[in-house]
């Protein structure tokens, strides 16, 4: 490979650190779901089974052969995205897991984007009127927001909006777009108080740090318009720490999700993967798990790129990048 | 808007918190400013000149509130709309600031930050086209030739370039009033004088007000018409430039010229004011200037004196000028006139020498270069002997003075340390003791080279104790402090209770605990305001005739190198260009970057004026 662009050098080396990554993990998932007593022909045929029957089923699954061949078949499948069967369901995993995907990724990013408008706007605001009543209520409901656990909020709404006044349903996916919709009003708002809190205060103390700085004040001496100085001046250098939160709080929320998936009864990735894990499914399992990893790699992929975008000081010299 | 009448402040006072526990930062502060006219407003750190500066243009800080009368052509500023205020910003009054590596939007090109205010005829935005011509023209009205700059981010830019791109920024919009804020201070040696002829020129060329707000009165002499002269928040002086070099009316201005080091000439003693400037909130009731001030009588301390006008344009607010006016003008003469002090020329025997050094620094990231921070660079320091090393920020200055103490191990070449070869090989624990009683340093800031946890005494004690006697730690501790000019109960003082030049004291104090003969002493007082650098040069040079020390004394500053060296190196890009007595090296420069560096210091080829070539005798 020859790249000569510093940043397609970086973006290139990048790729590559993540696939190593990615097949690390797997071959971590795949070994613990192994190497752990009592596999999967137990739950396959039942408490009853015998030991002929529980033979045949380790024998047609193929969990008899050595472990590095049945990872090797895993993988010559998973590139192929084939994940075989869900063991419980019978189902494709990955039809199971398209499925999924159509509850938590709006659920997900609906909430993120949420996050991302509401607590750069309100933080920056509260910048702007440090000290201030705003301010103080802001943080207040920040400091609130960031100490309750996701489910323990979902507990609250769902008790507050779904029973006591019934505006929103309180359980289940729903059916077609506008019935899911309004099934997961309350879960969004569930996750984005969570996140919202966190990316108030770190945008409310960095544009408060960088409203001190001279370039601003020089902008506000030459008399630039309010919008330049808010937008370039601003928040074009506080970028960097609020685009690492954002990553920060984009991967905070799959976990969080799990939770406010479970609480308000949908059936999203979150669910299918707690409940394959009580079931021992393990192609759901690793399917699972290979999806999350792969997010991770690319949430942080996405963040470093993106500070190339904002920073041309990090452009100019990218091995000084967070690698 | 008429602009023909210029700016007039009156009465102008800046204060921070709220009444009753408000604390006057500036107070009554009045000046004008004619169309066209330079003045400057001279002032140490803590008169509160930035800050009115500030007041003036509605960019205080949150905290601070700003009262009095703003007048700017037939506008009372303090009267208008926020709004409409905030219009004349940029387009009327425009304003430089200090430090050109904060002073623009990092992460904006050069290009961008010149043209985003700028409108066509119909009040819309220029398109890409014009904004291109536009900004290369603006770099080219402050002398940046090369169009590729307009592509160019602020730190891929030098000090200079990045100052003269923030000058072209406050001028984009053609304004009247132009207002800097010490706009050479952060600068390389060789740059402020070309920003000081940048505005000037454009000064001239564009009809343009000047402001300049400076703590050097050199460089107000040598740019503007009028000068004000602020001390603790109060202007305490007003007068044409020219008559205030020749006849200052005002003890404190005085004091400044004098504690001025002369760059053409070697002075007996440089004249210092006692104390340092109090802070807002600790400033005395009557004159601010009483407690320092050696011509103070009871009567100064009672009230504050007016600002009188004692000749039309020149006014002080001391209340004695008319007994102590003459005795003013005398010292100032004296000063002008004072003989020239020849150094001791002698051969001392060799204490440190490098030669041949080559020091290379490793390339920083996968994609930099290596940096040679020196290359075979001869150097020797004799015993007893004080010798300067100047050259501009990247010539190598600090890394050879690094070197000296250990800090720093040079790539190549040789160094010896009182017969000690130290470069290129490891050093047994002994030669390392030795070097470290031979040389030690004193570094330029001394606010972050004193740890701020400890006490006085428990910092220069634990030097001590490095020097291996416990005994008698603190009778040696109360000696070091009388050696720098401090009093013993300073021993139990932190750091943040002292003024910059008592903690200047202090680090040299550390740095004399071991008995050096040879105190590095890296730009020690370029951190400090004149009154107080006079007053360090001379504990400098006392501390050098009671101990025979040697200096090695590195620094951007030829005047500093004239009062305090015998001889001086001058390093460029890592090499020596030019070495030789001190006197010889700056009266008549043999290298063309010394003569660059000579030429750049401001009003150094104007001599004093006396009072009979203004014909005011």
């Given at each position: 490979m020859t790249f000569r662009h510093p940043v397609l050098q970086f973006t290139a080396r990048r790729l590559l650190a993540a696939a190593l990554v990615v097949l690390a993990v797997?071959?971590?998932?795949?070994?613990?779901?192994?190497?752990?007593?009592?596999?999967?022909?137990?739950?396959?045929?039942?408490?009853?089974?015998?030991?002929?029957?529980?033979?045949?089923?380790?024998?047609?699954?193929?969990?008899?052969?050595?472990?590095?061949?049945?990872?090797?078949?895993?993988?010559?499948?998973?590139?192929?995205?084939?994940?075989?069967?869900?063991?419980?369901?019978?189902?494709?995993?990955?039809?199971?897991?398209?499925?999924?995907?159509?509850?938590?990724?709006?659920?997900?990013?609906?909430?993120?984007?949420?996050?991302?408008?509401?607590?750069?706007?309100?933080?920056?605001?509260?910048?702007?009127?440090?000290?201030?009543?705003?301010?103080?209520?802001?943080?207040?409901?920040?400091?609130?927001?960031?100490?309750?656990?996701?489910?323990?909020?979902?507990?609250?709404?769902?008790?507050?909006?779904?029973?006591?006044?019934?505006?929103?349903?309180?359980?289940?996916?729903?059916?077609?777009?506008?019935?899911?919709?309004?099934?997961?009003?309350?879960?969004?708002?569930?996750?984005?108080?969570?996140?919202?809190?966190?990316?108030?205060?770190?945008?409310?103390?960095?544009?408060?740090?960088?409203?001190?700085?001279?370039?601003?004040?020089?902008?506000?001496?030459?008399?630039?318009?309010?919008?330049?100085?808010?937008?370039?001046?601003?928040?074009?250098?506080?970028?960097i720490?609020?685009v690492t939160?954002s990553g920060v709080?984009l991967l905070?929320?799959?976990?969080?999700?799990?939770?406010?998936?479970?609480?308000?009864?949908?059936?999203?990735?979150?669910?299918?993967?707690?409940?394959?894990?009580?079931?021992?499914?393990?192609?759901?399992?690793?399917?699972?798990?290979?999806?999350?990893t792969l997010f991770i790699v690319l949430v942080n992929l996405a963040v470093d790129l993106l500070y190339f975008a904002l920073d041309?000081?990090v452009r100019a010299q990218p091995a000084g990048a967070r690698a | 808007?008429?602009?023909?009448?210029?700016?007039?402040?009156?009465?102008?006072?800046?204060?921070?918190?709220?009444?009753?526990?408000?604390?006057?930062?500036?107070?009554?502060?009045?000046?004008?400013?004619?169309?066209?006219?330079?003045?400057?407003?001279?002032?140490?750190?803590?008169?509160?000149?930035?800050?009115?500066?500030?007041?003036?243009?509605?960019?205080?800080?949150?905290?601070?509130?700003?009262?009095?009368?703003?007048?700017?052509?037939?506008?009372?500023?303090?009267?208008?709309?926020?709004?409409?205020?905030?219009?004349?910003?940029?387009?009327?009054?425009?304003?430089?600031?200090?430090?050109?590596?904060?002073?623009?939007?990092?992460?904006?090109?050069?290009?961008?930050?010149?043209?985003?205010?700028?409108?066509?005829?119909?009040?819309?935005?220029?398109?890409?086209?014009?904004?291109?011509?536009?900004?290369?023209?603006?770099?080219?009205?402050?002398?940046?030739?090369?169009?590729?700059?307009?592509?160019?981010?602020?730190?891929?830019?030098?000090?200079?370039?990045?100052?003269?791109?923030?000058?072209?920024?406050?001028?984009?919009?053609?304004?009247?009033?132009?207002?800097?804020?010490?706009?050479?201070?952060?600068?390389?040696?060789?740059?402020?004088?070309?920003?000081?002829?940048?505005?000037?020129?454009?000064?001239?060329?564009?009809?343009?007000?000047?402001?300049?707000?400076?703590?050097?009165?050199?460089?107000?002499?040598?740019?503007?018409?009028?000068?004000?002269?602020?001390?603790?928040?109060?202007?305490?002086?007003?007068?044409?430039?020219?008559?205030?070099?020749?006849?200052?009316?005002?003890?404190?201005?005085?004091?400044?010229?004098?504690?001025?080091?002369?760059?053409?000439?070697?002075?007996?003693?440089?004249?210092?004011?006692?104390?340092?400037?109090?802070?807002?909130?600790?400033?005395?009731?009557?004159?601010?200037?009483?407690?320092?001030?050696?011509?103070?009588?009871?009567?100064?301390?009672?009230?504050?004196?007016?600002?009188?006008?004692?000749?039309?344009?020149?006014?002080?607010?001391?209340?004695?000028?008319?007994?102590?006016?003459?005795?003013?003008?005398?010292?100032?003469?004296?000063?002008?006139?004072?003989?020239?002090?020849?150094?001791?020329?002698?051969?001392?025997?060799?204490?440190?020498?490098?030669?041949?050094?080559?020091?290379?620094?490793?390339?920083?990231g996968r994609h930099?270069?290596?940096?040679?921070?020196?290359?075979?660079?001869?150097?020797?320091?004799?015993?007893?002997?004080?010798?300067?090393?100047?050259?501009?920020?990247?010539?190598?200055?600090?890394?050879?003075?690094?070197?000296?103490?250990?800090?720093?191990?040079?790539?190549?070449?040789?160094?010896?340390?009182?017969?000690?070869?130290?470069?290129?090989?490891?050093?047994?624990?002994?030669?390392?003791?030795?070097?470290?009683?031979?040389?030690?340093?004193?570094?330029?800031?001394?606010?972050?080279?004193?740890?701020?946890?400890?006490?006085?005494?428990?910092?220069?004690?634990?030097?001590?104790?490095?020097?291996?006697?416990?005994?008698?730690?603190?009778?040696?501790?109360?000696?070091?402090?009388?050696?720098?000019?401090?009093?013993?109960?300073?021993?139990?003082?932190?750091?943040?209770?002292?003024?910059?030049?008592?903690?200047?004291?202090?680090?040299?104090?550390?740095?004399?605990?071991?008995?050096?003969?040879?105190?590095?002493?890296?730009?020690?007082?370029?951190?400090?305001?004149?009154?107080?650098?006079?007053?360090?040069?001379?504990?400098?040079?006392?501390?050098?005739?009671?101990?025979?020390?040697?200096?090695?004394?590195?620094?951007?500053?030829?005047?500093?190198?004239?009062?305090?060296?015998?001889?001086?190196?001058?390093?460029?890009?890592?090499?020596?260009?030019?070495?030789?007595?001190?006197?010889?090296?700056?009266?008549?420069?043999?290298?063309?970057?010394?003569?660059?560096?000579?030429?750049?210091?401001?009003?150094?080829?104007?001599?004093?004026?006396?009072?009979?070539?203004?014909?005011?005798?």
């Amino acid at each position: 490979m020859t790249f000569r662009h510093p940043v397609l050098q970086f973006t290139a080396r990048r790729l590559l650190a993540a696939a190593l990554v990615v097949l690390a993990v797997s071959a971590l998932t795949f070994s613990f779901i192994h190497l752990a007593p009592g596999g999967p022909e137990q739950t396959i045929a039942g408490r009853f089974a015998t030991p002929e029957q529980l033979e045949g089923i380790r024998d047609s699954y193929g969990l008899d052969d050595p472990l590095p061949a049945q990872y090797a078949d895993y993988l010559v499948h998973a590139v192929r995205l084939d994940f075989g069967n869900s063991i419980s369901t019978r189902e494709p995993v990955v039809t199971a897991m398209q499925d999924r995907l159509g509850v938590t990724a709006p659920l997900i990013l609906g909430s993120f984007v949420l996050i991302c408008i509401l607590g750069t706007g309100l933080g920056t605001l509260a910048a702007y009127r440090k000290g201030s009543g705003l301010d103080r209520f802001l943080v207040g409901v920040a400091v609130t927001g960031a100490s309750a656990p996701a489910f323990a909020t979902a507990i609250i709404l769902v008790f507050v909006f779904g029973v006591q006044l019934g505006w929103f349903p309180t359980f289940g996916d729903g059916e077609g777009l506008a019935d899911r919709a309004r099934h997961l009003v309350l879960p969004v708002i569930a996750l984005t108080l969570v996140g919202v809190a966190s990316m108030l205060k770190i945008t409310r103390a960095r544009v408060a740090q960088v409203l001190q700085e001279d370039h601003v004040t020089f902008a506000r001496a030459r008399g630039l318009r309010p919008s330049y100085i808010v937008g370039r001046s601003v928040l074009r250098n506080a970028g960097i720490q609020v685009v690492t939160q954002s990553g920060v709080i984009l991967l905070a929320l799959v976990a969080g999700g799990v939770l406010v998936e479970v609480t308000f009864g949908l059936n999203g990735v979150g669910a299918l993967f707690i409940k394959a894990i009580e079931a021992r499914d393990i192609p759901v399992i690793q399917a699972v798990s290979l999806l999350i990893t792969l997010f991770i790699v690319l949430v942080n992929l996405a963040v470093d790129l993106l500070y190339f975008a904002l920073d041309p000081r990090v452009r100019a010299q990218p091995a000084g990048a967070r690698a | 808007m008429d602009i023909t009448g210029g700016l007039h402040v009156r009465g102008l006072n800046v204060t921070a918190g709220e009444p009753p526990a408000a604390v006057a930062i500036a107070s009554g502060i009045t000046f004008d400013v004619r169309p066209g006219e330079a003045i400057a407003i001279v002032g140490e750190s803590g008169s509160g000149k930035s800050l009115t500066a500030k007041a003036v243009l509605d960019l205080l800080p949150g905290n601070l509130r700003a009262g009095g009368e703003i007048v700017y052509g037939d506008h009372d500023l303090g009267q208008l709309p926020a709004r409409e205020r905030r219009r004349l910003l940029g387009r009327e009054l425009a304003l430089v600031m200090q430090d050109p590596f904060t002073m623009l939007n990092p992460v904006e090109r050069v290009g961008a930050q010149i043209t985003e205010p700028l409108e066509d005829e119909h009040g819309r935005r220029l398109d890409r086209a014009r904004r291109r011509q536009e900004a290369e023209q603006r770099l080219r009205e402050v002398g940046i030739t090369d169009p590729a700059v307009v592509e160019r981010y602020p730190f891929e830019l030098s000090g200079g370039m990045r100052q003269r791109v923030g000058i072209a920024c406050a001028i984009a919009q053609r304004p009247h009033l132009l207002i800097a804020d010490e706009p050479t201070t952060a600068l390389d040696v060789t740059t402020p004088h070309e920003i000081l002829e940048l505005l000037g020129g454009l000064r001239r060329t564009r009809d343009m007000a000047l402001v300049l707000i400076t703590h050097d009165l050199r460089v107000a002499f040598s740019v503007c018409d009028r000068v004000y002269v602020m001390y603790a928040g109060s202007v305490v002086e007003a007068a044409p430039a020219g008559e205030l070099s020749a006849a200052p009316r005002h003890p404190y201005s005085l004091g400044l010229l004098l504690a001025d080091p002369p760059v053409d000439r070697r002075v007996e003693r440089l004249v210092g004011i006692l104390g340092s400037v109090p802070v807002p909130g600790g400033r005395p009731t009557g004159c601010p200037f009483a407690p320092r001030c050696t011509f103070a009588q009871p009567a100064c301390v009672s009230a504050l004196p007016e600002l009188v006008e004692i000749a039309p344009g020149h006014a002080t607010r001391c209340r004695r000028i008319d007994e102590i006016g003459d005795e003013l003008a005398r010292r100032r003469r004296e000063q002008a006139a004072s003989a020239v002090i020849a150094p001791a020329d002698v051969a001392p025997a060799p204490l440190v020498a490098a030669s041949g050094v080559r020091k290379v620094f490793a390339a920083r990231g996968r994609h930099g270069l290596p940096t040679v921070a020196l290359d075979g660079v001869d150097v020797h320091v004799g015993e007893g002997e004080s010798v300067g090393l100047v050259g501009e920020s990247g010539s190598g200055k600090t890394t050879l003075g690094r070197i000296f103490v250990g800090l720093e191990h040079a790539s190549a070449g040789s160094v010896a340390i009182d017969g000690v070869e130290v470069a290129g090989r490891r050093l047994t624990r002994a030669d390392r003791e030795a070097v470290r009683r031979t040389v030690q340093m004193a570094f330029q800031d001394p606010y972050s080279s004193l740890n701020p946890a400890r006490t006085v005494g428990a910092t220069i004690a634990e030097a001590v104790r490095l020097a291996g006697n416990d005994a008698d730690l603190e009778r040696k501790v109360t000696a070091l402090l009388e050696r720098v000019g401090l009093p013993a109960h300073y021993a139990r003082r932190r750091p943040a209770e002292l003024s910059g030049g008592e903690r200047q004291r202090v680090a040299i104090a550390r740095s004399l605990a071991r008995g050096p003969r040879l105190v590095v002493c890296d730009e020690v007082v370029s951190a400090l305001d004149v009154s107080v650098q006079a007053q360090i040069l001379n504990l400098l040079r006392d501390l050098r005739e009671e101990l025979g020390l040697a200096y090695l004394f590195i620094t951007h500053d030829l005047a500093v190198v004239r009062q305090v060296t015998d001889r001086v190196y001058v390093l460029c890009r890592g090499e020596v260009v030019e070495e030789g007595p001190t006197a010889r090296v700056l009266d008549d420069p043999l290298h063309e970057y010394t003569q660059r560096l000579v030429a750049s210091v401001p009003g150094a080829t104007e001599p004093v004026p006396l009072l009979e070539d203004l014909g005011l005798t």
